[in-house]
């Protein structure tokens, strides 16, 4: 859940940046769905252009929501697994979390997209994914995803289990 709330605030951000510098609102939604239909990606940002930033198709949309999620909550419960092992929490968990944000983004950026690309629908399109809004938005929206995975886990050390919760009969 915590990969999901986090891939939840970079989506959002992501979103927001591309509304306000000319690309659509939900264009990172239709960069996500380009990998097996690039044509909303395309409309969005013919639309921006134009001046309509606010360009919606509801399948695209909720398919690229689902699969940010989806790799988001991937990338999280790694994270998770991890701090627990290791016990992170308090700031050492912040930073930690900020730091894998920033190796996922670098991991995706210049590792997985591009050698997957290829074998997408929308082949260059989806290569260039950390170029649509460009590297600097892009290391901030995987540092957001990472900070809210380690504010998430914070109190780790401080949580138990329901079950440990619960009045001893």
């Known amino acids: 859940m915590a990969g999901m709330a986090a891939a939840l605030v970079m989506g959002l951000f992501a979103m927001v940046w591309a509304a306000t510098s000319g690309l659509g609102l939900y264009s990172p939604l239709y960069q996500v769905t380009a990998v097996v239909e690039p044509g909303p990606l395309g409309v969005s940002l013919r639309e921006a252009a134009e001046g309509w930033r606010y360009y919606f198709e509801v399948g695209p949309a909720a398919a690229g929501l689902a699969v940010h999620l989806a ?34 983004g670098g991991l995706m950026g210049l590792v997985v997209i591009p050698l997957a690309a290829d074998e997408t629908a ?4 989806v290569a260039d994914a950390p170029r649509l809004l460009g590297w600097p938005v892009f290391a901030v929206e995987h540092l957001l995803y990472g900070l809210t995975l380690g504010l998430l886990a914070f109190r780790g050390e401080e949580r138990q289990p329901y079950a440990a919760q619960q009045p001893k009969r």
Do not use: E, N, T
Not at 71 to 79: D, E, R
Not at 89 to 94: E, Q, R
Not at 122 to 125: H, R
């Open 122 to 125: 929308g082949g260059q399109v």
């Open 71 to 104: 790799i988001g909550g991937g990338f999280g419960a790694v994270f998770a697994l991890v701090a627990r092992a290791i016990r992170l929490h308090g700031w050492v968990a912040v930073a930690a979390g900020a730091a894998y944000g920033l190796a996922v």
